[in-house]
């Protein structure tokens, strides 16, 4: 509750912010200022439909869409790929997400359930932000979707962070004499 009601003091004594925020709630009205981005990338998704107009076809990527690389490459992959290719944008994020929670319940100890577990969190709530802004769910925030935007760093902390993972299941499937680390029971008790 402290939270929102300071995120309310701040957006209600800031008049860029709440102009932002005022112009997320109207899309339609804002299209030629604050929501630009937004608009277009709706637009997109419409002229997309279900099996898309084809790849390279796109019109947004002709700088209609003023981020189609960066920010909001899921709109340019729904234009020209269609909602079925989409769709399994979202469900290849859903399923790295599961696997990496049932992963979670072979932990050994603490502190390598906590590291896999930030590194999952990190990956899927960029990819869950960035997937909320691009449809219209969250304000626009200038968050990349990870693996598939354009930009460098990005990409080699999400590599990185599925390299945490990859190592970590590897190394947990050993038996617990091959690991050379207490368990997790005997750590905790």
């Known amino acids: 509750m402290a939270a929102v009601v300071g995120f ?20 339609e009205g804002n299209k030629q200022g604050g929501t630009y981005q937004l ?3 709706l ?8 099996e898309g107009a084809g790849l390279g076809q796109g019109r947004q990527q002709m700088n209609f869409l003023p981020e189609a690389h960066t920010d909001f490459v899921f709109a340019v992959v729904g234009e020209e790929l269609g909602l079925w290719f989409t769709l399994g944008v979202v469900a290849v994020f859903l399923i790295l997400f599961i ?8 932990a050994p100890n603490l502190f390598q359930y906590l590291l896999v577990a930030g590194a999952l969190l990190l990956i899927s709530l960029q990819a869950i932000v960035n997937l909320g802004v691009v ?3 969250f304000p626009t925030k200038g ?3 990870p693996f598939i935007s354009a930009g460098l ?3 080699l902390l999400m590599g990185l962070l599925v390299g945490i993972v990859v190592n970590t299941q590897r190394t947990w499937t050993k038996p617990q004499w091959a690991r050379g680390t207490r368990g997790f029971e005997e750590v905790t008790s």
């Open 39 to 41: 608009y277009q990338s």
């Open 135 to 137: 449809t219209g769910l």
């Open 43 to 50: 637009a997109a998704f419409a002229v997309g439909g279900t």
């Open 153 to 155: 760093s990005n990409l």
């Open 143 to 145: 968050m990349s979707l």
């Open 8 to 27: 309310a003091v701040m957006v209600m004594h800031n008049p860029n912010r709440l102009r932002r925020f005022t112009a997320f709630l109207d899309v």
């Open 99 to 106: 696997a990496g929670l049932v992963h979670l319940r072979r």
